[in-house]
């Protein structure tokens, strides 16, 4: 009977234990720096490159990409800043050379597979900044970009007055989709911020997260609202991809 109930506390432990993330880690060697590359693999025709810019920290992010790697949908989450031994700030993101985002693009594109871009918060500047610089050198064409909750303010907006946004936002022409949370203050500016996204030729549709703050997923104090669309946010890029698939088609 012992080989029998070894067998079965066995069997027990593995399936109370949590589920291991599916990922492999690569090195990238870019321009004098070695950077970390979670990818997540998946056999369909869809890779979403991911820059999450935050020493390696990214749960809920990690977790979605497993999801999405399980759908077919392939995710690559480079580490930029422990690359450029950068800290966790907004402003190490003008540390972070233009091409080494183009040369993770680069090795994306060589995968055969469509490279949809995708980033959150100020983040979202350094894949404006990558995408255009792409762009410029004339190179095949990406197939899109997630902007969640993007920041790209210059300076806090003035109510009553039209927001200034940086240098990186209106210069390209892939096609984006920003996505942001109803119960954030920057909703009132969207329609401001997609005008001048598009301003370089990029088509730009925006959407709003029902009941949710801008960066419900990185929340300690998350509501319900937030920790459901949390558990959802996979489905939700699924459909921003597919709709900027449509919206590539439709050009």
Known sequence: ???????????????????????????????NASIDLRV??????????????????????????????????EVWMPDLLSAYMLPD???????????????????????????????????????????AYWEQQNKPKLAGAILLFPRLF?????????????????????PLIVLEGERTPNRWTINQLTSALGAGGSPVHAKLIPSVRGDFFKRDDASN?????TL???????ASLYFLGSTQHNE
Do not use: W
């Open 1 to 31: 009977m012992k080989p029998i109930q070894n067998t079965l506390v066995l069997l027990l432990c593995l399936f109370m234990a949590p589920p291991l993330l599916a990922r492999e880690l690569r090195s990238l060697d870019i321009e």
């Open 40 to 73: 997540f693999t998946a056999n369909g025709n869809k890779l979403l490159l991911g820059f999450p810019c935050d020493e390696g920290k990214s749960v809920a992010e990690e977790k979605t990409a497993q999801s999405l790697a399980e759908d077919g949908i």
């Open 89 to 131: 700030v907004k402003s190490s993101l003008d540390k972070i050379p233009v091409t080494a985002v183009t040369a993770l693009i680069e090795q994306a594109m060589k995968t055969g597979k469509q490279v949809y871009l995708i980033a959150s918060g100020p983040d979202t500047e350094l894949i404006l900044r990558g995408a």
């Open 154 to 174: 210059k300076s806090e907006p003035v109510p009553g007055q039209v927001p200034e946004y940086i240098a990186a936002v209106g210069h390209t022409r892939l």
């Open 225 to 229: 609202p937030e920790e459901m669309a």
């Open 232 to 238: 959802q946010l996979d489905g939700l890029i699924k």
